[in-house]
């Protein structure tokens, strides 16, 4: 009996015990929470690409000088007079390569864009009068420009600016028969300026908006005779702009995502 009522009393203290122990145990130690991390996107690298869309030439023939006393020793006239306006328009299509690096938020690149294009238009002589008529047609173009852009992580916004290039075909046809009887081409340098807005929408893929604006200034152009070889038609003082509207594809290649805490 004497057994059984001490375990009983040494049961009751040891439950009487614990709560008091169990108050004597420090808190829990309290951990921060580990910063949130954001994948920046980087734009530097090289890339590749492809473009197409469309684009118009305001194409103006603003002084005319014509031969007269035959093919072999032509008598230039002067002066002319302007044979009219007209917007050449059609579709392009090319490529583009450059190279980008990025500071921050701004981004800095460099690129060469070649493009096939068929902007083509004519208008009748207003010197010459109907049927007389002059069609001219950009066949390609080139740009080679510098770009300074902001981005924010995937979407970047971009200026570019430089040199520009065009290959130019000229004609005076018949408008009643449609034959052709004098001709001129030329490769044209001027200025380009442009902007844009890109998106990635993978590490490596992005997708563009481009517009630019070609100066291409005026050119006295020698239009000479199909009819008879190298025998000189006019001289035409041709004046021209290029506006151009693209939309791009892009691959880049390489760049690190960069983690933002």
């Known amino acids: 009996m004497k057994k059984i009522l001490s375990a009983v009393i040494g049961l009751a203290a040891l439950s009487m015990a614990a709560p008091a122990s169990a108050a004597d145990l420090a808190a829990r130690p309290y ?47 002067n002066p002319g007079g302007p044979e009219g306006c007209h917007d050449a328009t059609g579709g ?35 010197f010459f009068g109907a049927p007389t008529a002059n069609r001219t047609k950009v066949e390609a173009f080139g740009l080679f420009t510098g770009q300074v852009g902001y981005s924010w992580n995937q979407f970047l916004l971009y200026i570019k600016g430089g040199a520009a290039v065009t290959s130019d075909k000229y004609h005076g046809f018949n408008s009643l028969t449609g034959v052709v009887f004098d001709s001129a081409s030329e490769t044209r340098w001027g200025g380009v300026v442009g902007i844009g807005g890109e998106y990635s929408f993978t590490r490596n ?19 000479y005779s199909t009819t008879v070889p190298g025998a000189l038609s006019r001289v035409d003082r041709i004046r021209q702009d290029v506006d151009i509207v693209t939309a791009r594809l892009n691959y880049r290649f390489g760049g690190p995502v960069i983690a933002k805490y």
Not at 47 to 60: A, Q
Not at 93 to 113: H, I, K, L, M, P
Not at 208 to 213: I, K, N, S, V
Request: charge should be negative.
């Open 31 to 77: 951990t921060k929470a580990p910063a949130m991390v954001i994948a920046a996107y980087d734009w530097s690298g090289f890339y590749i690409g492809i473009n197409g869309g469309g684009g118009w030439s305001h194409k103006c023939w603003d002084r005319n000088s014509f031969t007269t006393g035959g093919n072999l020793v032509p008598v230039v006239q």
């Open 92 to 126: 392009t299509v090319g490529g583009q390569v450059g190279y980008r690096w990025q500071s921050a938020a701004w981004v800095f690149g460099v690129e060469a864009q070649g493009n096939w294009a068929d902007f083509s238009a004519s208008n009748t002589s207003l």
């Open 205 to 223: 893929l992005s997708i563009a908006l481009e517009y630019d604006h070609l100066f291409m200034g005026d050119r006295d152009i020698s239009l």
